[in-house]
């Protein structure tokens, strides 16, 4: 457990040793003495002013090669039981250290092999339980965990499978569960087969709660996995999604906590969120890569004010040997708020990387790069807290970082 005296003074020597232990003893990752250990942790050494963050502030514009600036460790411990009867039950603990904050994304008991529905698996605590993710900007489209709840993943519905969840506003890290009284609901329809090569998923969720600013709400998302789209190993991922109120896109909570003294309290005009996206992922011989373009619209909680944020940018890797490879990312990204300046950004990153193989999502990667960043005023103007203190309009990066899952 974190509250280990022993184990805090472990993880206290830095985010980094876990990378040399999972690296240099790989051979542990997968099972200890009965229980299942997995993680990620990445972090390295950076040279400029700020050392990441160039980003407009929308979800999908963090376009992270040489940009993320940061340390952390992730650690699941899962352990398994045989109940007999094709019955088992699982108990899943995730502590995790993230710039020197200790935290704990998951812990939760689950159970599987019941005779009424033996595929399903009924769950209680905090589980995450992301769905799909588009990693070049780390950010996950379909996300409904990481408050305390219950529920069920795959029951067999014939032509699709059923997960459903119920939460309250607390979860490990914000022991506060009462925030405005709130409760969500979930429904993720998965595994629907629309056409060959083709999957469709759909999540739904609903919000309740006393909220001072703006309204309750709910939201849809629909993704759609084609493989070999075009030609043989492309697969593209289409996404639509829509929520208002307190209910975000990804399929939680969205801005919990408002109070009286906020700003517009007492106006019942609740936000709007609405995104379309679209990423290709390939793999072919020594060439691979990540690609995305996405358009969001946002007008918060009480505000007529709707923000649009473009993306479109991608990721490219190339193998030159085995352990070596090429990696190059170009981001372009834009925000404008109703009756303001259009801001834009623009990141170009160069990283020669070392890898276990030449891939593009092969790990552990160790990467050098250099890291590009340019912005009009606008964006300069709405940042001058952070990248675009000091009249700056361009900045460039450069360090080594680590990247490891296992």
Same mark, same amino acid.
């Given at each position: 457990?974190?509250?280990?005296?022993?184990?805090?003074?472990?993880?206290?020597?830095?985010?980094?040793?876990?990378?040399?232990?999972?690296?240099?003893?790989?051979?542990?990752?997968?099972?200890?003495?009965?229980?299942?250990?997995?993680?990620?942790?990445?972090?390295?050494?950076?040279?400029?002013?700020?050392?990441?963050?160039?980003?407009?502030?929308?979800?999908?514009?963090?376009?992270?090669?040489?940009?993320?600036?940061?340390?952390?460790?992730?650690?699941?411990?899962?352990?398994?039981?045989?109940?007999?009867?094709?019955?088992?039950?699982?108990?899943?603990?995730?502590?995790?250290?993230?710039?020197?904050?200790?935290?704990?994304?998951?812990?939760?008991?689950?159970?599987?092999?019941?005779?009424?529905?033996?595929?399903?698996?009924?769950?209680?605590?905090?589980?995450?339980?992301?769905?799909?993710?588009?990693?070049?900007?780390?950010?996950?489209?379909?996300?409904?965990?990481?408050?305390?709840?219950?529920?069920?993943?795959?029951?067999?519905?014939?032509?699709?499978?059923?997960?459903?969840?119920?939460?309250?506003?607390?979860?490990?890290?914000?022991?506060?569960?009462?925030?405005?009284?709130?409760?969500?609901?979930?429904?993720?329809?998965?595994?629907?087969?629309?056409?060959?090569?083709?999957?469709?998923?759909?999540?739904?969720?609903?919000?309740?709660?006393?909220?001072?600013?703006?309204?309750?709400?709910?939201?849809?998302?629909?993704?759609?996995?084609?493989?070999?789209?075009?030609?043989?190993?492309?697969?593209?991922?289409?996404?639509?999604?829509?929520?208002?109120?307190?209910?975000?896109?990804?399929?939680?909570?969205?801005?919990?906590?408002?109070?009286?003294?906020?700003?517009?309290?007492?106006?019942?005009?609740?936000?709007?969120?609405? $995104?379309?996206?679209?990423?290709?992922?390939?793999?072919?011989?020594?060439?691979?890569?990540?690609?995305?373009?996405?358009?969001?619209?946002?007008?918060?909680?009480?505000?007529?004010?709707?923000?649009?944020?473009?993306?479109?940018?991608?990721?490219?890797?190339?193998?030159?040997?085995?352990?070596?490879?090429?990696?190059?990312?170009?981001?372009?990204?834009?925000?404008?708020?109703?009756?303001?300046?259009?801001?834009?950004?623009?990141?170009?990153?160069?990283?020669?990387?070392?890898?276990?193989?030449?891939?593009?999502?092969?790990?552990?990667?160790?990467?050098?790069?250099?890291?590009?960043?340019?912005?009009?005023?606008?964006?300069?103007?709405?940042?001058?807290?952070?990248?675009?203190?000091?009249? $700056?309009?361009?900045?460039?990066?450069?360090?080594?970082?680590?990247?490891?899952?296992?």
């Amino acid at each position: 457990m974190i509250k280990n005296l022993k184990l805090k003074k472990m993880f206290r020597l830095s985010p980094l040793v876990g990378v040399l232990l999972t690296t240099s003893v790989p051979a542990m990752a997968a099972d200890v003495g009965g229980l299942e250990v997995t993680g990620y942790t990445r972090g390295g050494v950076f040279n400029g002013t700020p050392r990441g963050g160039y980003t407009l502030g929308g979800q999908m514009q963090g376009f992270r090669l040489g940009n993320e600036g940061d340390n952390g460790f992730e650690l699941e411990l899962r352990k398994t039981f045989d109940a007999g009867d094709g019955m088992k039950w699982s108990m899943d603990y995730m502590p995790t250290v993230w710039n020197g904050s200790f935290g704990a994304n998951q812990a939760y008991a689950e159970m599987t092999g019941l005779d009424f529905a033996p595929e399903a698996k009924f769950w209680a605590g905090q589980r995450r339980l992301r769905i799909q993710d588009v990693h070049i900007v780390d950010h996950f489209f379909m996300d409904y965990g990481i408050n305390f709840g219950a529920g069920m993943t795959d029951y067999n519905l014939g032509f699709a499978k059923l997960g459903v969840g119920v939460f309250n506003g607390g979860s490990l890290d914000n022991a506060n569960s009462k925030q405005n009284n709130a409760r969500r609901v979930n429904v993720d329809l998965s595994e629907i087969q629309s056409n060959p090569g083709g999957v469709v998923r759909v999540l739904g969720t609903v919000v309740s709660g006393n909220y001072v600013l703006g309204s309750p709400g709910s939201g849809i998302g629909i993704s759609h996995n084609q493989s070999d789209f075009l030609v043989k190993g492309l697969t593209n991922t289409f996404f639509l999604q829509t929520a208002s109120g307190h209910a975000g896109l990804n399929g939680q909570f969205d801005s919990l906590g408002d109070t009286l003294n906020a700003p517009f309290a007492g106006d019942k005009n609740g936000s709007s969120k609405n $995104r379309i996206g679209d990423s290709i992922n390939w793999q072919t011989g020594k060439f691979g890569g990540q690609a995305l373009v996405v358009l969001q619209n946002t007008k918060p909680e009480g505000s007529s004010i709707n923000t649009k944020d473009t993306t479109i940018g991608g990721r490219v890797s190339y193998g030159i040997t085995r352990n070596f490879k090429m990696l190059a990312e170009v981001g372009m990204t834009s925000r404008k708020p109703d009756n303001s300046a259009n801001q834009t950004l623009n990141k170009v990153t160069i990283a020669p990387t070392l890898s276990l193989a030449s891939d593009f999502w092969s790990r552990p990667e160790l990467r050098f790069y250099v890291t590009q960043a340019s912005w009009n005023d606008a964006a300069r103007l709405a940042n001058v807290g952070s990248f675009g203190a000091g009249g $700056r309009t361009s900045s460039t990066t450069t360090g080594a970082q680590i990247e490891v899952w296992w």
